[in-house]
């Protein structure tokens, strides 16, 4: 069983930034594409950003896009998700997940395949960031 846990969320002001970690429980994590999404109350798990297994290629959702920076240090099998300029509306519960999707050659389906929570293999059990005006 493979084991992913989220730390670093909490309390922040508009304008503020946080750090969160994500760590597995297995080197194996480090051959899965990895990434956060979030879930704010009564909605759907929403797609934040993600980064290849390599570690060199990460993409965003629109919304956080030039504000949050997602990165991955395969020797601590740690993912962060640094958030600057944060917003009321990015106040959520933030996941981490892991995938073993199959890497696509067209770089535009595998980004579209990284960005559904369905295709991923692991969760951690999120932590909460609230962000107030």
């Known amino acids: 069983q493979v084991l992913l846990v989220e730390s670093g969320g909490g309390l922040a002001k508009a304008g503020d930034s946080l750090r969160l970690s994500c760590t597995g429980s297995?080197?194996?994590?480090?051959?899965?594409?990895m990434a956060w999404f979030r879930r704010a109350p009564g909605k759907e798990r929403d797609f934040v950003a993600a980064?290849?297994?390599?570690?060199?290629?990460?993409f965003y959702a629109d919304s956080v896009k030039g504000r949050f920076t997602i990165s991955r240090e395969k020797r601590e099998n740690t993912i962060y998700l640094q958030m600057n300029g944060l917003k009321p509306e990015d106040t959520a519960d933030y996941l981490c997940?892991?995938?073993?999707?199959?890497?696509?050659?067209?770089?535009?389906?595998?980004?579209?395949?990284?960005?559904?929570?369905?295709?991923?293999?692991?969760w951690g059990q999120g932590t909460q960031v609230t962000v107030s005006s």
């Open positions: 297995q080197r194996t994590l480090n051959s899965y594409a």
């Open positions: 980064v290849y297994w390599s570690g060199d290629s990460t």
């Open positions: 997940a892991a995938s073993r999707a199959p890497i696509s050659a067209d770089a535009l389906t595998y980004r579209a395949t990284l960005a559904n929570p369905s295709n991923y293999n692991y």
